[in-house]
């Protein structure tokens, strides 16, 4: 089963805007991550924060990671259209040596 | 430096057939894990190879196989091909084992289709 999962409702939202979506997961885990995948390709790293972290930046990006609710939330602030993807969160699965995907989570930045 | 490389990019195979899929992860990344994407299951782990050696498998049937080599390309192999098996194969490599080094740079993935 997966580990992780989104809030599974897609975002279409104007560029300009922020986009926020939702993961969570059932187990602990070590470590938790941010992918991107463009139209059914490869998938990029975007961002990892530890189990021991809350919140973590990297660009337009913001992650926060709650433990106790075992929940995790990427920001995307000021979208361009070339952010148009799909988002998946990671976990590591409580330390199985494997990643842990969730469905994933469409955006859609208008132009 | 080049990134993970996968081929072919896409392949049509029949039922019952077997494939090779191809694998070159980053260059001093010895570890490489294969995922398989559908739109019904989503990503799901196949098997993690470091060191030539399969560190982990996922659920999946004995008819997906796999191995690496010295120089750390992998190659994942499916026999008997079902129809289930259409999906985009990707491949992420990683410095080392994915519970020491999770961060995973994937490839552009392989797209089989089965008829």
């Known amino acids: 089963s997966q580990q992780g999962e989104e809030d599974p409702q897609a975002l279409s939202i104007q560029e300009g805007e922020n986009a926020t979506m939702n993961c969570s997961y059932k187990?602990?885990?070590?470590?938790l991550q941010w992918y991107r995948q463009n139209s059914g390709r490869g998938l990029v790293h975007l961002i990892l924060i530890r189990s021991n972290e809350r919140e973590k930046h990297s660009g337009r990006l913001r992650v926060t990671l709650d433990t106790s609710k075992k929940s995790s939330s990427l920001l995307i602030t000021a979208s361009r259209a070339a952010d148009t993807a799909s988002y998946f969160c990671?976990?590591?699965?409580?330390?199985?040596?494997?990643?842990?995907f969730g469905k994933g989570n469409q955006v859609v930045v208008i132009p | 430096k080049a990134g993970v490389t996968q081929t072919p990019r896409y392949l049509i195979k029949t039922r019952g057939q077997q494939v090779t899929l191809s694998c070159s992860p980053i260059?001093?990344?010895?570890?490489v894990s294969w995922y398989q994407q559908t739109p019904g299951q989503g990503l799901q782990f196949l098997f993690e190879y470091f060191s030539e050696t399969q560190r982990n498998k996922g659920n999946f049937p004995g008819r997906f196989s796999g191995r690496q080599f010295s120089n750390s390309r992998s190659e994942m192999n499916v026999s008997t091909l079902e129809l289930g098996d259409s999906a985009l194969y990707l491949c992420?490599?990683?410095?080392?084992?994915?519970?020491?080094?999770?961060?995973?740079?994937f490839g552009q993935g392989t797209r089989l289709t089965v008829v």
């Open positions: 187990t602990s885990i070590n470590n």
């Open positions: 260059s001093g990344h010895r570890s």
């Open positions: 992420a490599s990683s410095l080392g084992p994915q519970g020491n080094f999770p961060e995973a740079f």
């Open positions: 990671a976990t590591d699965a409580n330390g199985n040596n494997r990643l842990a």
